[in-house]
């Protein structure tokens, strides 16, 4: 009898703008079942945010000259979870920040981001918050991802990165890559429980 063969096997590289899937059974409070999105990845290290966990602090509870609005700021990961970071998929020449991928930038003038929020909260679709950020050193996400920790896969269109609203990211990309993770997507988060 042929045994099922259910560890990750990555086809493509880590780079800035791609996303790591945490293996099903990964217990980690940061990284289980979590979506990393990829900033950097290079001899220096690796950085991004994890996208599928959030806070309950509001906007206004991590500065009080924030504009007090109803938004789900995401816990990026647990290097320096005292700062805020954001991504936006604003118009760059006015905004700034480092491009990420296609319409995707990290950072730039926080100060016109949040006037532009108080002028038009609808703009809140186009900007992500994140407390922290998850850092690697030089080699150790390749190490991960070699000990089958994560799974590389494109980064999905930025109206899909940028919804807070999405319950089910993990399984949704665990699905989207069809085969064996399709079925990973529905294991149980202890292995034990049936």
Known sequence: MNKLDIS????????????????PFLVDDFFSRSVVMLCENGPEG???????????ISFSDINPNFPNISL??????????????????????EFGG????DEIFLGGNFEKVLSLIQEDRSILEQI???L????????????????????????PEPAYIMDTARENIWNDM??????????MSKFPLDPRMN
Request: glycine content about 10%.
């Open 128 to 130: 992500r918050f994140f």
């Open 174 to 183: 665990m699905q989207s890559q069809g085969g064996i993770y399709k079925l």
């Open 72 to 93: 789900k700021i995401s816990l990026g990961g647990p290097v320096k979870p005292e700062h805020l970071y954001f991504i936006h998929t604003l118009d760059n020449e």
């Open 132 to 155: 922290g950020y998850s850092g690697w050193t030089s080699g150790q996400l390749e190490d991960e991802i070699e000990e089958k920790s994560w799974l590389v896969i494109p980064m």
């Open 98 to 101: 480092q491009k990420i991928q």
């Open 8 to 23: 990750i096997k990555n086809k493509i590289k880590p780079q800035r703008g791609r996303l790591l899937l945490s293996e």
């Open 46 to 56: 690796s950085f991004g945010f994890v996208l599928n966990n959030y806070t309950d």
